[in-house]
């Protein structure tokens, strides 16, 4: 069973993401903030990541720049979504923007295609 890992500082879009990502045969691992999540990502590499980008204690840009200057991290595919009306430049070599809102439909596409382009489907 594949691992997502899921950082979020706003609990219902957390749930709401872990509840639909379970549903549909995922192993979910959650953090409310990018200081957590990275500690989780270091002790228990995820298949897949998605942050949202603004959060407090570490915020998604700043989980990208740590998770990219990891080898073992880097490798992983990641998601940073946001609400922001401009797209950032996200500092990680695998990584995708997808702005919030997005149908549960769109957001379960894209982390199968993910996935599947990581050749681990």
């Known amino acids: 069973m594949k691992v997502i890992l899921v950082v979020d500082d706003e609990f219902d879009i957390l749930t709401t993401w872990q509840m639909v990502l379970q549903l549909e045969g995922f192993t ?3 953090a409310p ?4 999540g990275l ?3 270091r002790s228990t590499p995820p ?3 998605i942050t949202d980008w ?3 204690v570490m915020d998604g840009l700043e989980l ?3 998770l990219a200057k990891d080898p073992a991290l880097a490798v992983i595919p990641l998601i ?6 401009h797209e950032p430049s996200v500092p990680h070599p695998n990584a995708v ?3 919030k809102p997005v149908s549960m439909d769109a957001l379960v596409d894209i982390v199968r295609r993910l996935i599947a382009a990581r050749g681990e489907s």
């Open 64 to 66: 990208c720049r740590m």
């Open 33 to 36: 903030n990018g200081k957590i």
């Open 28 to 30: 979910v691992l959650t």
């Open 47 to 49: 298949d897949l990541i």
């Open 39 to 41: 500690e989780i990502a």
């Open 80 to 85: 940073l979504a946001s609400a922001a009306w």
């Open 97 to 99: 923007f997808l702005r």
């Open 54 to 56: 603004m959060m407090p």
